[in-house]
């Protein structure tokens, strides 16, 4: 371990620090209410950071865990491409997934940070678009077959600001492709904007410590975060885990999903943590392949789930952590011109789910169980056009239900978890917002009861949505992964259920439809869904039986499963308020079901 | 004339403001008696009376105004005490409670359950309806199921009834015809309807609203009749008034039909007291209130003269906790105080908070028990706090315990106690200032071109350099600072709101369907003009807003409408543009291109039933006066310095002090550092400066 070595008094990096993160958190606040799409205004599917002139990231916001990783690629990228040409006043888009890029839908928006001549950060907001000129209505396109099939418009680090004012051939280039192009305009101005402002506060922050000092202040707010990771992996067992997992087939190309695998060895004498990722699949001929940036920001995001709940995340404590990649993987070894449509969901929930679950070997109370998984019906791309609104074309993900979060040695799975790459951060769509926005119906929306992986603490359960358009047919675009492998639970916790879609013309006979779908919904037609629930953490016999009644009452679990699964049995009803655990009838059941068990 | 009183019941102080027939204000404390809130708040008259040479029941009987800021509501809501309530909603939709917005706090904490919602799913009933985003029934109310859902409620004998159907907003015939069959079969239980509540966009603000006010309805229509005939029991005579979340007060019989609007009223007269002290002296314009007491630091605005308000005021945790719907001044609140801890984390740095020793056990230095050292205990290791003279003297501060504490902390650092102390109130500055940052930068004010009013007992320690730090030249601290909200009440007035929803947009502007909608907001508040008791005859202002966004925003901006009716295109072209340069001030970007979507439309009347104090002419004259004593004091730079210490109750208008020195008033000490002054204005306010 590295002892302090600390030039600047503790209490201006603390100061310093500080004022980072109320730029950063005015970035993020900027954006959110400024976005247009609602996968950035509702979903929250953005995230906003510094990077220091030298590309090391240096103060993230609170955004999404599969975000975490890669911009410093990205902004070193940009410094390559134009060497010797970048000054104030210039802005830079990329969207690569082989520059460091997540996946082509985030347009990531940098703008280098001058002072006294020299360049000294990069601020970075990174947006996921509603539509980013796809050959289909969706920024996500799982059968993709390659980068040409997906069709979107790549930005390698291409200049769009110059003396601060749009260079009018990409403004026209995305115009002239892009789906609803005022809607990705409005989208553009909020990310850039958020990006100008970061700009605005870092040169008052320059000016008011001076250059010297802000560079040892970024120099030593790393040593920190570095020391604080050391100190978090010193506290975790030595250990080599190994976990797996699978993803959902792929009908006609993948009928046996993929096996994905993460080796990690904690190391707490070094401080290290070495994750291999090389077990796994070569790039697919679909858009499932993961960017360097998706997979590695899902592998390091599940591990912060492991480690000290506050620690900071930059470049500090990335250096704590040290990957191996295969030559041409799935997993952050796509090979051009493989398609990474997909790279942030899908494959990456997997990845998230498999690592987090991969510390539960470590024993109970590490890691966290697997969260529901997959973009269900709730989360569809729609599209279409509204008869409304004078036919005028619509497009937008919705965000209107999602799976239940994971559980926990200490808490039960969060409601609105959407997906292991999202941690229960976005919001939710409001349904008379959707119904104002689109000419759609929802016709219901609820928790599934029973649907939750069982344990000490239980999973979160699913949630289920019915709707369909109501003045023209629309297009659903469903990429879900989480209908054919349940999010399992760990340390005798029990697997949360798992998706399923339908489409529903009759009501006695609904259709079921594949985990990926591409379908026109008429009018008069609605699409069901139900997401995934969280797996369970421990076993549910260990469940306290207020617990359990409280589920009950509730309605999130039934009384048939709390005496069959829980072993827990009451007296008295719901309805008049009676219901009430009965002990003695507990330990018995709950002795049965062990001894049941034992035979 | 005779007195007017105004009273904020905190959770553990009441607070009393008397103003005297020679416009003085006279300021009472009390603890709060939370089983019958009167008796407080006769003590803290008691106060008042004893320094007046009367007697309470003289001054009450010789009181015109009573002006009553209740927690009351807040109180049962965290204890869980409200009215067993039912919650009735749209079929298929029954977990619009559970669901909330979504949001969580922590990408990588798991260490915390889903909050339950505010009403129980087992008492949450699906009615067989459902109205169309266009106001169209989709499926009519099947009425049979509905008086069986009505019946049901009363058999299993819930005190209360929320209803809130998706679009009633567009179409409240289905609310209005339940709301019906409650009156016919559980005649005399309380009940809200959303689309009369809080007829707003977005099915969980407006349910949870309806949910919150219909649990409160039989729980604050007995405290506040309660409390009525417990005044007049006492010989009060005069009207009782209660001030709300919007800044302002109602008469009782208009609250109980809304009791919603008490929740964070004590807060919400923070503003309006920051923007009369700032008019006293002559600071309009954008103004920063801060209220800092022991636990917690509240953030207010007032800009341009104005007060803000949010849609998005939270009882509890943002995202976790329960939205309250209804509009609400603006006030921001995080945990930090004076009893907010310090500790040195393991990567080596000095943090303070989250975590507060609270008032029990305290900081180390209140001897009971507290072995954290805090930022109370870091205030006076600096000397800033005389150990004898702590609130007035009523409480005796242990200096040895406060030195020790911070002494651990300071071997951990290597650093000497001076400095650890001083370190410890650098930082918790920090969470200070970064609050202040996020609503002024949240409303697009410029701090630098605001005035600080300063507020709470804990104010006056930090908060010159918070101002500093963040560019204010100017802070306004009045003596009355501990009953900051108390004295807002004073300033107030009757002020009640009346909301439609009607979407439109530029690209096709319905200018008939907006008309009828400001035509009902005025019909609406006209009549409730008309309702009231008192003030017949007092001074009206209505003011309209429009909450708007660009198309395919999803969050509104509040625009206010220049007139109450848009006569023609170029009204409504105003309006538009008004929209853009809110857009602009608040996100530094405006898209002429784009349409403006129009959502919620608000009448907001005020009507004045009283003059508020008089302002005293100004003067510049000043004059040094003389130190009570001195005493060392640390202030950062390495050595302590002799430091003067003057009473309040000594300084007379005109009085000016360099830094450094010290103020102590009898419930707040001002720490006046070096290259900072403080002068003691006319009207009895301290206005602090950086020279």
Redesign the interface.
């Known amino acids: 371990m590295s002892e302090?070595q600390?030039t600047l008094d503790?209490?201006l990096?603390?100061?310093m620090a500080?004022r980072l993160?109320?730029i950063v958190?005015?970035m993020t606040?900027?954006l959110?209410?400024?976005?247009?799409?609602?996968v950035i205004?509702?979903a929250r599917d953005f995230s906003c950071c510094l990077v220091t002139g030298e590309d090391e990231l240096l103060a993230p916001a609170?955004?999404?865990?599969v975000h975490i990783f890669g911009c410093h690629i990205q902004t070193a990228n940009m410094r390559k491409y134009h060497e010797g040409d970048i000054r104030r006043g210039d802005a830079y888009l990329d969207n690569d997934p082989y520059g460091g890029n997540t996946h082509p839908a985030d347009h990531t928006f940098m703008v280098p940070v001058f002072w006294e001549g020299e360049h000294l950060f990069t601020a970075v907001s990174k947006c996921h678009m509603a539509d980013i000129g796809n050959s289909i209505p969706s920024s996500y396109f799982v059968r993709a077959r390659d980068v040409y099939e997906e069709g979107a418009l790549v930005f390698p680090g291409v200049r769009i600001q110059r003396d601060f004012k749009n260079v009018e051939d990409i403004m026209r280039m995305c115009r002239a492709r892009i789906r609803v192009p005022?809607?990705w305009?409005?989208d553009y101005?909020?990310g850039l904007?958020s990006a100008?402002?970061a700009e605005r506060r870092l040169e008052a922050f320059c000016e008011k410590y001076g250059k010297d000092t802000v560079k040892a202040f970024m120099r030593e707010w790393l040593d920190?975060?570095e020391?604080?990771m050391i100190?978090?992996i010193r506290r975790l067992p030595k250990a080599s885990l190994t976990n797996k997992g699978k993803s959902d087939p792929l009908e006609g190309m993948l009928p046996d999903g993929l096996e994905l695998t993460v080796k990690i060895d904690i190391d707490p004498d070094a401080g290290e943590i070495h994750v291999d990722l090389r077990d796994n699949p070569p790039s697919i001929d679909a858009g499932l392949n993961t960017s360097l940036g998706s997979a590695t920001s899902a592998v390091v995001?599940a591990i912060?789930?492991a480690?000290?709940?506050?620690?900071p995340r930059n470049e500090g404590a990335f250096r704590r952590l040290h990957f191996k990649y295969a030559e041409d993987s799935v997993v952050a070894a796509p090979t051009f011109p493989h398609s990474c449509s997909v790279s942030t969901t899908n494959v990456a929930e997997r990845l998230v789910n498999i690592t987090q679950s991969a510390f539960a070997q470590l024993g109970d109370g590490h890691g966290?169980s697997e969260g529901g998984a997959g973009l269900g019906a709730g989360m569809a791309v729609i599209s279409g056009r509204d008869l409304g609104r004078g036919g005028q074309p619509y497009v937008n993900r919705l965000?209107l239900s999602?799976n239940g979060?994971?559980?926990?040695a200490?808490?039960?799975?969060?409601?609105?978890y959407?997906l292991p790459v999202i941690?229960?951060?976005?919001?939710?769509d409001?349904?008379?917002?959707d119904?104002?926005?689109h000419p759609i119906?929802?016709?219901?929306?609820?928790?599934v009861t029973d649907s939750a992986g069982a344990g000490r603490r239980r999973g979160?359960p699913a949630?289920q949505i019915?709707y369909g358009p109501?003045g023209a047919p629309m297009t659903a675009v469903i990429s879900c992964d989480g209908q054919h492998h349940q999010p399992r639970g760990v340390i005798g916790g029990l697997p949360g259920t798992a998706g399923e879609t339908w489409l529903i013309q009759d009501d006695a006979q609904p259709e079921r439809l594949p985990n990926v779908a591409h379908v026109t919904i008429d009018v008069g037609q609605r699409i069901r869904g139900r997401d995934s629930a969280g797996g369970g953490y421990g076993d549910p016999l260990d469940r306290e039986p207020e617990r359990v009644l409280?589920d009950v009452?509730?309605?999130w679990e039934t009384r048939q499963k709390a005496e069959d699964v829980y072993g827990v049995v009451f007296t008295g009803e719901?309805?008049?308020e009676t219901l009430a655990i009965d002990a003695v009838a507990t330990a018995t059941r709950r002795d049965e079901l062990r001894a049941a068990r034992a035979a | 004339m005779g007195y007017r009183i105004s009273v904020d019941t905190g959770g553990t102080f009441t607070d009393m403001v008397l103003l005297d027939e020679d416009d003085r204000f006279h300021v009472g404390k009390a603890l709060t008696t939370s089983d019958r809130i009167s008796e407080g708040m006769f003590a803290a008259l008691d106060v008042i009376a004893e320094a007046l040479g009367k007697t309470a029941k003289t001054l009450l009987a010789e009181t015109d105004i009573l002006i009553y800021g209740t927690t009351r509501a807040t109180n049962a809501i965290v204890t869980r005490k409200t009215a067993r309530t039912a919650f009735l909603t749209t079929s298929g939709f029954r977990d619009v409670l559970v669901f909330k917005e979504g949001g969580k706090h922590g990408p990588h904490d798991y260490s915390y359950d889903y909050p339950q919602p505010y009403i129980p799913r087992r008492h949450t009933f699906e009615i067989d309806e459902r109205t169309g985003s266009g106001g169209d029934i989709v499926r009519p109310l099947d009425e049979a199921q509905a008086r069986t859902v009505v019946e049901t409620l009363k058999a299993r004998g819930f005190e209360a009834v929320a209803v809130s159907l998706l679009w009633s907003i567009a179409n409240n015939e289905h609310e209005a015809k339940i709301g019906e069959l409650i009156e016919e079969i559980m005649p005399g239980v309380p009940y809200t309807l959303s689309h009369r509540l809080a007829p707003i966009l977005r099915e969980y603000r407006r349910a949870s609203a309806t949910a919150i006010d219909a649990s409160l309805k039989p729980l604050m229509q007995a405290h506040l009749r309660r409390m009525q005939s417990d005044l007049r029991d006492a010989g009060f005579a005069g009207d009782l008034l209660v001030s709300t979340s919007v800044g302002g007060f109602q008469e009782i019989e208009t609250l109980v039909e809304r009791p919603i609007n008490t929740l964070k009223s004590g807060p919400a007269m923070a503003p309006v007291a920051a923007r009369a002290y700032a008019a006293v002296e002559h600071m309009g314009g954008d103004v920063i209130v801060c209220d800092a007491g022991g636990t917690t630091f509240d953030v207010g605005l007032v800009r341009d003269g104005q007060l803000v308000y949010s849609r998005d005021s939270w009882l509890g945790p943002l995202w976790t906790g329960d939205i309250i719907g209804a509009s609400t001044v603006d006030v921001r609140s995080i945990g930090a105080g004076g009893g907010s801890i310090a500790w040195v984390d393991p990567g080596g740095l000095l943090r303070v908070g989250p975590q507060s020793a609270g008032s029990v056990p305290g900081p180390a230095c209140y001897g009971g028990g507290g072995r954290e050292p805090t930022v109370t205990d870091a205030a006076l290791v600096l000397g800033y706090i005389d150990p004898d003279y702590f609130n007035g003297g009523r409480l005796t501060l242990d200096r040895a315990a406060a030195e020790a504490v911070i002494g651990t902390l300071a071997a951990t650092l290597g650093k000497d106690v001076d400095e650890t102390a001083h370190a410890i109130l650098v930082i918790a500055n920090e969470l200070m200032i970064k609050a202040i940052g996020e609503i002024t930068v949240n409303d697009g004010v410029n701090p630098r071109e605001s005035v600080v009013v300063a507020g709470g007992g804990a104010a006056g320690f930090n908060i010159m350099p918070i101002a500093r730090e963040l560019g204010c030249e100017t802070v306004i601290l009045p003596r009355t600072a501990s009953a900051l909200s108390a004295c807002g009440m004073q300033y107030s007035s009757i002020v009640f709101e009346a909301t439609r929803s009607r979407f439109t947009d530029s690209a096709g502007f319905d200018r008939t369907g907006v008309n009828a909608a400001l035509d009902e907001i005025d019909a609406e508040l006209l009549a409730f003009r008309d309702s009231l008791g008192i003030a017949a005859a007092s001074e009206v202002t209505i003011e309209y807003f429009v909450e708007a966004r660009y198309r395919a925003q999803v969050w509104e901006l509040d625009t206010a409408l220049s007139k109450p009716h848009l006569d023609d295109d170029a009204d409504v072209a105003e309006l538009i543009e008004a929209f853009h340069r809110t857009h602009d001030r608040v996100y530094a970007v405006r898209d002429d291109e784009s349409p403006v979507e129009c959502v919620n439309w608000k009448g907001r009347i005020s009507i004045r039933p009283f003059e508020p104090p008089p302002s005293p002419d100004p003067s510049d004259a000043t004059h040094a006066p003389d130190a009570a004593t001195t005493r060392d004091c640390y202030f950062g730079d390495g050595v302590r310095v002799p430091t003067p210490i003057y009473r309040g109750a000594d300084l007379t208008a005109g009085a000016a002090v360099s830094g450094p020195a010290i103020i102590e008033e009898p419930t707040t000490t001002i720490v006046v550092y070096p290259g900072m002054s403080a002068r003691l204005s006319v009207a009895g306010d301290y206005i602090l400066n950086s020279l």
Not at chain 1, 405 to 408: C, Q, V, W
Not at chain 1, 410 to 416: I, K, L, R, S, Y
Not at chain 1, 423 to 428: I, K, N, V
Request: hydrophobic letters at 35%; glycine letters at 10%; charged letters at 25%.
């Open positions: 302090p600390t503790p209490v990096i603390s100061v500080n993160d109320g958190r005015e606040n900027t959110l209410r400024s976005a247009r799409s609602a205004s509702s609170e955004g999404l865990p005022d809607q305009y409005g101005l909020a904007g100008r402002i920190y975060s020391r604080r100190d978090s995001g912060f789930n480690l000290d709940k506050d620690l966290l965000m999602t979060g994971p559980a926990s200490e808490a039960d799975g969060w409601v609105n959407a941690a229960g951060l976005m919001y939710r409001s349904v008379e917002v119904e104002l926005k119906r929802v016709e219901s929306l609820s928790l979160a949630q019915e109501t409280v009452l509730e309605g719901i309805d008049d």
